[in-house]
């Protein structure tokens, strides 16, 4: 008799065979997303080469796919974790720490003497990219490193940069920032291996110390000798810290260890588990039926399963169309060439957005650049286009976005106002009643609640890709459709898959998956835009009572010109709130630029005069960018190498502290920092902005400091 | 009243052998949960013991470093942080410090003294609070003993605070032993001595809070209440948010020490009381009924004053990620304040990281809001309160403290 152990996994399919005792046959390969077909092809040639035989052989299966592929040919399902568990107790009993990162999940097994026996705890994570296999794939791929030049890239000796370790896409465009610095690929590379073994050790450990020994299984563990360095790497040390006793004279490197069958032992497990079962349990079938489903099966399910189109039956699309269409803005004429003008810019992390506004508050005119990384030539470029469309009397001038503070003096902006400020004064001008607006961007996801006028609440999501336009931008681009045409394309569906909100790696397998089912590119992009509201509430957003936050729903940033977004949010809304009023921004990746020139117009009718330098003087900025050792960041181990671009500006006062000096008369930009704080330059600044603040504190009292500094000293009647 | 904070002789028993022997050891106290409002207590109690507070050892405010260097591998799963953190705590105090300690002093706090104690239902801590140092302590129990392994006695007793009379039997019990030649006289005299302290402690932080109250009645300036629980004054709990709005230029009062003084009281609650609203200044049943966690209960007292005073045109509140007390008044505290016209801002979902750009964000934005609506906030608010404010009426005239809120 032959025992089948199959580990349809998500992004491969190993097995084993074993005969006596004995593995006579294993086998593992990529299934590109043909689950059920790369398993019949497996079953086939068990059957030709080992006479693999229904009535007889027994087959055990285990991973993602086993549920549907399984049952097909006779297969008794076996939980992944009891799998692997299994195997490891039968060929190591020392092993205490067990990590198996796959394609599209992680596992950690913890294995403890306890008395007699053993007890096990056991996590496991596949919500989300961080962590497993395709995170390191994904970028991989992107960088255009083969398959076999990635398995042999190193960890050791690299000098690791700040990567993204949460999120696959983000990872991505890490990467991409980083090679466009100049980063070599090593370095990229051992750096998504650094933020694979941080993710597994941060979130699947939950207070257990990895102990010795450690065994590392899985394609990615036995793949890639970069991620078997990082985690000895990250062991040993950790053991140190620890004081872990370790057996005399043992290289702690030796004590983890990976098998070279180390993608088999979920396979492995299954003959184990097998071999505890009762006589007929798993008893293999044959292939028909798995057969039937590949050729038919899986279309009726397609037909049976499929959610309701974008644009149901008895919807008037045109009428959507007619309403939300209608609220795009226009601009107004100048009324003469000297009536004073507010310029609002956003200088945002991928683009620079400006506004002209006159003094009635009408939009004259609205540019755009993509930022290139230099603040002061994104600021060059801006104006540059404003000075073409705008012609009356600079009155007044604000700044938002991530550049307000590191450009204001620079280009003498009137008042900098914060993103949410911005935003909110555009949207309650336009919208004077509104409780909640949904800016969905690029790159990030914002929902700010509105109360009494002011933002009281505000989520941001830029640390996961979920909900972002970037993604839908991406897809629509695969399937070579322009952004323009989404909608139209979307709207034609009639029916569309059901994809799963959550991680947008994940979504793009699922997707490929959908596409094999049958669905075409206008039903799969009905289906995109169908879940990108719950992506951005629910998901990213962790908004989950829509009702609480308001009934004013206004909708902005660039992802909400695509109809078929708003189409999906205007029924995700409705279904929460049904009472909802949504309303579109009529300049809605604009708002704000406009938010800020908003703002200006405030500050002006306040009676205060702008200190805008003038177009001339933005123009001739003269400036020198410097990068070296004293550049860069030391703040956290991921040694940004930033850009300090240096400013020529009468009145600046310099940075004689500074390790790259700055005589008087000139001011520091820095840019090429991934986190805020690398805007600090180092550890001499840090001190002097934090004297000021202290200073600033100490001038008003805080009832809770007196607590911090007096209440833990010594009994309060005793002094 | 007065008398509670006369200076009590020692007792007799300073000259008994084990005192000077109970004087030679140190005790760790985790700086966590609510011993951020019992602090004194302790310290008064240890005193009393013949425990000076030199030798009475608080770990250091939350951080991640802490959690890294002490506490990790020890944790627990439980998505509180202000529980979990805790872990990093107890590691300081076994591993961190440069004088052992002898004794780990992590009390399972039952119920609070709370300023509200019988107005409300009851003054219980959050079961998963209370219950913490049982959870922490099995990541030092589950690998080895690692408490017995350090020489150090781990002390956790469950302790009622709300009921004066059961706490020294509590702590008799939990120290017998543990302090040498320790008598039950002793420890409730002890016990006394601690009340007394954070009496005195609390009402010295009332006071200042009423000095910061004048100076903005006075010059017509806003401040801002925090509506948080104790431990959110720990920097690495709250991330110091309050501060940065401070930085901004606005007094920072914390509703665990807003004035209790009944002049005042009454000017905010009397009308209240009078048209039958509520049954005493400190009641809430009118927002809350189902008063009985004492953290609870005194944040939604403290919207209700920070909805009274004029010069309070903002409340900030903080909550924890996931924080199951805290969620059912997300809502009533916010609508008690707005419905006054006050501005009211939430940080919630704070964990151990603090999310330095979206605070700032939010921290600007906030200062946006109060620089431009404070003045229109204080001139409504003060026209929908009686006249004869004793804030304004009563000048700056109390004794001991130390704080000025006449900086600027």
């Known amino acids: 008799m032959r025992i089948v152990g199959m580990d349809v996994g998500s992004t491969t399919i190993k097995a084993v065979v074993v005969e006596d005792g004995r593995v006579s046959w294993r086998d593992y390969q ?165 933020a694979v073994v941080y993710q597994n050790l941060a979130t699947l450990t939950k207070g257990n110390t990895p102990l010795p020994q450690v065994l590392l299984l899985g394609g990615p563990n036995l793949f890639f000798k970069g991620l078997q360095q990082a985690w000895r790497q990250h062991l040993t040390s950790l053991w140190e810290d620890r004081k872990c006793i370790l057996p005399a004279d043992a290289d702690p490197a030796d004590m983890i260890q990976v098998p070279d069958d180390a993608l088999y032992y979920a396979a492995l497990g299954c003959i184990e588990v097998a071999g505890g079962e009762a006589d007929g349990v798993g008893l293999y079938q044959g292939t028909e039926r798995l057969r039937w489903w590949i050729d038919e099966g899986q279309h009726q399910e397609k037909a049976k399963s499929g959610a309701k189109a974008l644009v149901r039956e008895n919807d008037d699309l045109s009428g959507f169309k007619a309403a939300f269409a209608a609220s795009r803005g226009e601009l107004a004429a100048l009324a003469s060439c000297d009536s004073p003008v507010f310029i609002g810019c956003d200088f945002g992390s991928t683009t620079a957005k400006a506004v002209v506004l006159g003094a009635d508050r009408e939009i004259l005119a609205s540019v755009y650049v993509p930022s290139k990384g ?103 681009e695969r399937y070579g459709i322009a952004l323009e045409d989404y909608a139209d394309k979307a709207f034609q569906a009639k029916a569309m898959p059901g994809l799963a909100m959550g991680c947008g790696v994940f979504l793009q397998s699922d997707i490929v998956n959908q596409q094999r089912k049958g669905w075409s590119a206008e039903e799969i992009m009905a289906s995109l835009a169908a879940v990108l509201p719950l992506n951005v509430w629910i998901y990213a957003g962790q908004l989950q009572n829509l009702r609480a936050a308001g009934r004013r729903f206004v909708l902005q940033g660039g992802t909400h010109r695509n109809m078929a977004v708003v189409k999906a949010q ?52 003269d400036y020198r960018s410097t990068t ?17 671009i240096d400013v020529k500006l009468d009145g600046a006062s310099g940075r004689p502290w500074s390790k790259v000096p700055l005589e008087e008369g000139w001011e520091r930009v820095i840019s090429g920092n991934s986190c805020p704080k690398g805007l600090m330059e180092d550890a001499n600044e840090m001190r002097a902005v934090k004297t000021r603040m ?22 309060w009647a005793e002094t | 009243m007065a008398r509670w904070f006369d200076r009590r002789p020692s007792g007799g028993h300073g000259q008994r052998p084990e005192r000077a022997e109970r004087a030679k050891l140190r005790i760790g106290i985790p700086k966590v949960l609510n011993v951020w409002t019992t602090h004194q207590l302790w310290l008064g109690f ?53 004088r052992k300690i002898d ?27 209370m219950a913490a140092p049982e959870n922490i302590k099995s990541g030092f129990l589950k690998e080895k003993d690692v408490f017995a392994e350090q020489g150090i006695r781990y002390v956790a007793p469950l302790v ?57 009645a006075r010059e017509q300036r806003p401040c801002v209440m925090v509506l948080a629980r104790p431990y959110h004054m720990d920097a690495g709990i709250g991330h110091e948010i309050e501060a940065d709005l401070q930085a901004h230029g606005y007094p920072i009062l914390w509703m665990q020490y807003f004035p209790t003084d009944p002049d005042l009281l009454d000017w905010m609650f009397g009308p209240d009381i009078r048209e039958g609203y509520a049954k005493s200044v400190f009641d809430i049943s009118d927002v809350w009924p189902s008063s009985y966690s004492a953290n609870t209960n005194e944040i939604l007292w403290g919207a209700k004053a920070a909805a009274r005073v004029p010069w309070v045109t903002c409340a900030i509140r903080l909550t924890s990620y996931e924080c199951g007390m805290d969620q059912p008044t997300f809502t009533p505290v916010q609508q008690i304040v707005e419905r006054s016209g006050t501005l009211f801002f939430s940080f919630q979902e704070l964990d151990s990281t603090k999310p330095a750009g979206s605070v700032k964000i939010r921290v600007e934005t906030i200062a946006h809001y109060l620089q431009r609506s404070s003045r229109a906030v204080m001139e409504r608010k003060a026209a929908a309160m009686p006249a004869g404010c004793p804030l304004l009426e009563k000048p700056a005239c109390r004794a001991g403290g130390t704080a000025t809120a006449d900086g600027d």
């Open chain 2, 160 to 216: 009622s605070l709300v009921d004066p009379l059961q706490v020294p039997k509590q702590l008799f019990i939990a120290f017998e032993g543990v302090l040498p030649g320790l008598r039950f006289e002793e420890v409730r005299e002890a016990v006394d001595q601690g009340y007394r302290t954070l009496a005195a402690f609390d009402r010295e932080l009332r006071s200042r809070s009423r000095r910061i109250l004048e100076w903005c």
């Open chain 2, 103 to 129: 004794i780990l002093f992590s009390p399972m706090i039952y119920s609070m003294p709370s300023f509200l104690h019988g107005h409300v239902a009851d003054s219980l801590a959050c079961p998963r609070v």
């Open chain 1, 30 to 194: 990529r299934h590109n997303t043909r689950q059920a077909e790369k398993a019949i092809e497996f079953l086939t040639r068990m059957e030709q080469e080992l006479s693999l035989a229904a009535g007889r052989d027994l087959v055990f299966f285990t991973g993602s796919g086993a549920g549907l592929i399984g049952p097909l040919v006779g297969g008794k399902l076996v939980q992944e974790v009891v799998a692997v568990a299994a195997a490891v107790e039968k060929l190591h009993p020392h092993v205490r720490f067990v990590s198996e990162i796959g394609g599209e999940d992680m596992k950690t097994l913890f294995f403890n003497e306890s008395g007699a026996g053993k007890t096990k705890q056991v996590y496991m994570q596949s919500a989300c990219s961080g962590g497993t296999g395709t995170f390191i794939e994904k970028t991989a791929r992107k960088l255009q490193i083969p398959a076999e030049q990635l398995a042999a890239m190193p960890y050791d000796g690299m000098s690791l940069h700040k990567v993204s370790s949460k999120c696959g896409i983000f990872a991505e465009a890490d990467a991409n920032t980083l090679l466009k610095g100049g980063v070599p690929v090593e370095e990229i590379i051992a750096s998504l291996f650094e």
């Open chain 1, 694 to 715: 202290e200073e600033q504190r100490r001038e008003l009292p805080n009832i809770g400091e007196m607590v911090r500094s007096e209440a833990f000293r010594r009994a």
């Open chain 1, 374 to 476: 230099n603040p002061i030539e994104d600021a060059k470029a801006l104006f540059r286009d404003i000075r073409a469309k705008a012609r009356g009397p600079v009155a007044g001038l604000a700044l938002t976005g991530y550049g307000k503070d590191l450009l204001r003096d620079i280009l003498g902006a009137d008042i900098g106002v914060v993103e949410t400020v911005a935003h909110a004064t555009s949207a309650l001008h336009v919208f004077p009643d509104a409780d909640v607006i949904c800016d969905v961007g690029g790159t990030d996801v914002k929902i700010m609640i509105l109360r009494q006028g002011t933002v009281s609440d505000f989520r941001l999501n830029s640390q996961c890709s979920s909900g972002n336009g970037a993604f839908l931008q991406g897809v629509a």
């Open chain 1, 628 to 644: 070296s050792e004293h550049t860069i960041c030391r703040w956290c181990p991921v040694n940004c190498k930033r850009a300090f």
């Open chain 2, 46 to 98: 240890f005193a009393s013991l013949g425990i000076p507070g030199n030798r009475v050892v608080f770990s250091s405010d939350t951080s991640e470093e802490q959690g890294r260097e002490f506490g990790s591998g020890r944790g627990t799963v439980d998505c509180c942080y202000p529980v979990k953190c805790i872990s990093g705590h107890y590691g300081e105090l076994v591993f961190g410090q440069k």
């Open chain 1, 570 to 621: 205007v029924d995700f809304i409705t279904a929460k709130v049904p009472d909802a009023e949504i309303l579109i921004h009529p300049y809605s990746g604009e708002a704000g630029a406009i938010g800020a020139a908003l703002c200006a117009i405030e500050a002006h009718d306040a009676g205060r005069p702008s200190s805008f330098r003038g177009f001339d003087a933005i123009e001739v900025l």
